[in-house]
């Protein structure tokens, strides 16, 4: 049941979707550790310097990323993935960065991807995943010298969406399985790290956020889905009509 209120949610929250917010961080580069055939963990700062467009509380839905623009370290040069891709866990966790991160505007220091949250960050989507064939289109004048780039594509959508105040910073972190030996990875638009701005670290292998991070890395070019923080009235409704469908799941047993 608790599921099954939190899917409402989410779907209540996803129609009132009204902005998107995209952070300022150039393309550079291309990256593939979010979507990648084998286990990986990874974790971006994002400076709140970069998220100014955001003046009111939103709430974040989903994480969305881009093809990487020309074909740079091998990214494949037409839609991806070219069938159905699937990972047996897909853990997201996002929230304010802990005071060290807070202080330097970085990842100070390689530590467990834990130790860069604040406490009160949470787990926002687990569990299995699966991305459909041809989810990122490419665009093949891309070009970063030309500033053309690809679509957006797939959306990591979360079970439970992220409530951001405006003027703090964000750290997301996710952490895989991996999808199998096929088909070939992609590589999506990446930035260069920026002192003050944004910053990565990744980890390499099976492992959780409790893991010690393996290496510094290139934070990804993102957009974040939004939507508005419902009003009251919104979430006595949607209150109502979960109440409604329990008292019918009770009906129907009875």
Do not use: C
């Amino acid at each position: 049941m608790r599921k099954l209120i939190a899917l409402s949610m989410l779907s209540a929250f996803s129609a009132l979707s009204m902005a998107q917010y995209i952070p300022a961080i150039p393309e550079a580069g291309g990256l593939n550790t979010m979507y990648r055939t084998a286990p990986r963990t990874y974790a971006q700062y994002v400076d709140e310097s970069l998220m100014t467009g955001l003046t009111q509380p939103t709430l974040i839905t989903g994480i969305t990323l881009r093809l990487a623009a020309g074909v740079p370290n091998g990214v494949v040069s037409n839609a991806w993935p070219p069938s159905n891709i699937n990972f047996s866990d897909f853990t997201v966790k996002i929230g304010r960065a802990s005071a060290a991160v807070q202080t330097a505007s970085e990842f100070p220091s390689l530590g467990t991807f834990n130790s860069y949250f604040d406490p009160s960050a949470s787990i926002v989507r687990t569990g299995a995943l699966s991305i459909g064939a041809n989810s990122f289109t490419y665009n093949p004048l891309s070009s970063i010298s030309n500033a053309v780039f690809n679509p957006w594509g797939y959306t990591l959508n979360f079970t439970t969406p992220y409530l951001y105040t405006p003027g703090t910073e964000l750290i997301y972190a996710v952490s895989h399985t991996g999808y199998g030996a096929s088909p070939t990875q992609a590589f999506f638009a990446s930035g260069n790290y920026a002192a003050g701005q944004t910053d990565a670290v990744a980890f390499v292998g099976a492992s959780t956020f409790d893991s010690v991070a393996g290496g510094f890395s290139n934070p990804y070019v993102v957009q974040f889905q939004t939507a508005p923080v419902p009003e009251p009235g919104t979430i006595a409704a949607l209150g109502l009509g979960l109440a409604a469908l329990a008292r019918r799941r009770k009906a129907k047993k009875a």
